[in-house]
């Protein structure tokens, strides 16, 4: 009786998974190089970040600055804050399930699209029901003065 791991499929079982780290590490890479930028107000607020979570910069149109309400300052920085690690946790699910959904077709033996499926669900991949530019106020939804929860 032979064991599924031996002799040469032992070996190829190393192979691929060495192929795999540095397919993983290679995608890391990727991601942490991806500059991406959150926005909220229609792009009067910008927040710039890496794809290691190292926020660059912050840029607020002075037109949406009102020494009156400070709250909706705050709460436009924080929108747009929310927007850029959304849209960088994306990419980075999505550099992640490339590799998974190649991996999984290699090991397991099945066709591309059938990987693609189980690594989407794995990773939740696809399934976001966050859409950051879901208005014409861009980014976040968060819009000016009168948008929902945000006026004093």
Known sequence: M???FEGDGLEDLLAQMQQLQASVEAAEEQASSRILEGTAAGGAIRIRVAGEFSFESVTIDP???DPADVGLLEDLILAALRDAVTQLTAARRAAMGDV????LAGLLGVDDGQA???AEDVLDIG???HDTHDDETGGSG???PGAPGLSG
């Open 2 to 4: 032979s064991l599924p």
């Open 100 to 103: 998974v959904h190649h991996a």
């Open 142 to 144: 968060l819009g000016g």
């Open 127 to 129: 399934h976001d029901t």
């Open 63 to 65: 037109s949406v600055v």
């Open 116 to 118: 693609r499926d189980v």
